[in-house]
């Protein structure tokens, strides 16, 4: 096989890739957007929310020989496109035997969850809060990203009163309820620093004075 011949068969390969997680975004994108019914409608998923792009133009095909694995910011996504699309892709060959109790999972639905709170009027580091504190307690897994304490308070309202199953359906009633309260509290904080720093700024340590 020439060198062209090679080049267009891992061409169609990537783009097979592409094709096959893009469909499951879509599928994990109506699974959040039941979760979030309460919360309001976040639409249709979107290619270019997450700069996906088209096929032919796609950055995921002609993947750079040097790519860094995660964002510099803490708040940012997590993954460049590249990796959205390998963590879709690996988070669906470990499914059936791990579910959603996967680091790749975690990730895809902080993608997610974060750009659905956007669409619903969270904006900046709350929309990253709380796509943390959803992938967290959609499949068990801490990720490094937005403050731990948001996320802390996320998990306690959505396990509050209940067994910490991370097993649960995104159509329950119980789950689209907590998480409609959780997002409210959200956008409380987006819309009152005051509130926002009584409840979530990490108190100051005074350290002792050296004599």
């Known amino acids: 096989m020439d060198l062209e011949a090679l080049l267009d068969e891992e061409y ?18 109506e699974n959040v957007r039941v979760s979030l019914a309460l919360c ?28 860094p694995t995660k964002s510099i910011s803490g708040y940012a996504p997590t993954f460049y ?40 009027g969270l904006v900046g580091t709350f929309c990253m809060g709380f ?22 308070i996320f998990f306690q309202m959505f ?3 209940r067994k910490r199953d991370y097993d649960w359906d995104f159509h329950w009633t119980s789950v689209r309820e907590r998480l409609k309260q959780i997002f409210d509290k959200f956008r409380s904080w987006q819309n009152d620093s005051k509130l926002y720093h009584k409840e979530v700024k990490p108190k100051a340590i005074v350290k002792p004075m050296m004599v």
Do not use: C
């Open 40 to 67: 309001g409608d976040i639409g249709e998923f979107s290619e270019k929310d997450f700069m996906i792009g088209t096929i032919e133009e796609d950055v995921i095909i002609r993947e750079p020989l040097i790519s």
């Open 131 to 152: 796509g943390a504190g959803y992938g967290n307690v959609r499949t068990g897994w801490i990720a490094e990203k937005g403050q731990p304490l948001e996320r802390e």
């Open 159 to 161: 396990f509050r009163e």
């Open 81 to 120: 496109p590249m990796y959205f699309v390998r963590n879709l892709l690996t988070m669906d060959e470990k499914f059936a035997e791990h579910g959603y109790k996967t680091t790749e999972a975690l990730y895809v639905f902080i993608e997610l969850a974060a750009k659905a709170v956007e669409r619903l």
């Open 12 to 29: 169609e390969n990537r783009k097979k890739a592409l094709e096959k997680a893009v469909q499951i975004a879509k599928r994990e994108w």
